[in-house]
């Protein structure tokens, strides 16, 4: 069964500085989804990568997927107070079910 | 923007007793989805419903849980006899385009906290 890590678990960044978050997955994945979560609220989606080489950019964040690697990265580009959440990825193994991974509780300080 | 919706956003419940969650998917979405959150842990999914029938569930939807969809907006989860273990937050999910289509991004609602005492 498709299993999904992400590291790291916890990170804690300055303003301004730039930082990657990479996720992992253990089988092919027909796509894999980024999702926001601030405490207490629920699950909004940022990204779905579709395809080997695939990017996208929203803003300071920008994740890309490789296939052939099964991995993810999720690109945070001159962090923001405003970026503090838990980010998770999540793939899918020809099923209806999305893999969550660990998620990552990103906290950005002054 | 069209949203999904769940109630209620809290409930406390004895160990045994019956609770239904309830869900309004998004108005044109076709495909629904349960999931759960144990506090600090990861999104795990409970189960999927198309077509006025289960698609896909988990070995955590055991025969304690059900779903329906009585009419044409909500969507239930029902635990029958409570467990300590279930205490959670239950979210749901809707989507306008099934699993495999190219377009397809479930939208989640801002979920249940469920706390068996």
């Known amino acids: 069964e498709l299993k999904v890590e992400q590291n790291p678990l916890f990170l804690s960044m300055q303003e301004g500085k730039n930082y990657t978050i990479y996720c992992n997955y253990s089988?092919?994945?027909?796509?894999l989804y980024w999702y926001r979560q601030d405490p207490g609220k629920s699950l909004e989606s940022l990204f779905v990568?579709?395809?080997?080489?695939a990017v996208k950019q929203e803003g300071r964040l920008m994740a890309s997927l490789d296939t052939k690697a099964r991995l993810s990265t999720l690109h945070i580009t001159a962090a923001v107070h405003d970026l503090s959440a838990t980010y998770f990825c999540?793939?899918?193994?020809?099923?209806?079910?999305?893999?969550f991974g660990t998620g990552t509780r990103l906290q950005v300080f002054p | 923007e069209p949203e999904v919706t769940q109630t209620p956003s809290h409930q406390v419940t004895q160990m045994g007793q019956e609770v239904i969650l309830r869900c309004v998917p998004i108005?044109?979405?076709?495909?629904f989805y349960w999931y759960r959150q144990i506090l600090g842990q990861k999104v795990e999914f409970l189960v999927s419903?198309?077509?006025?029938?289960?698609s896909e569930k988990s070995e955590i939807f055991d025969d304690q849980f059900s779903v329906e969809r009585p009419d044409g907006s909500n969507f239930t989860l029902k635990i029958r006899s409570t467990k300590l273990e279930d205490s959670a937050m239950y979210f749901c999910?809707?989507?306008?385009w099934g699993p495999g289509d190219p377009q397809e991004t479930q939208y989640f609602g801002p979920g249940t906290r469920l706390l068996v005492l």
């Open positions: 999540a793939g899918r193994e020809n099923t209806d079910k999305l893999i």
């Open positions: 089988t092919t994945s027909d796509r």
């Open positions: 419903f198309y077509n006025n029938e289960i």
């Open positions: 108005s044109n979405h076709l495909y």
């Open positions: 990568l579709l395809s080997n080489g």
């Open positions: 999910a809707s989507s306008d």
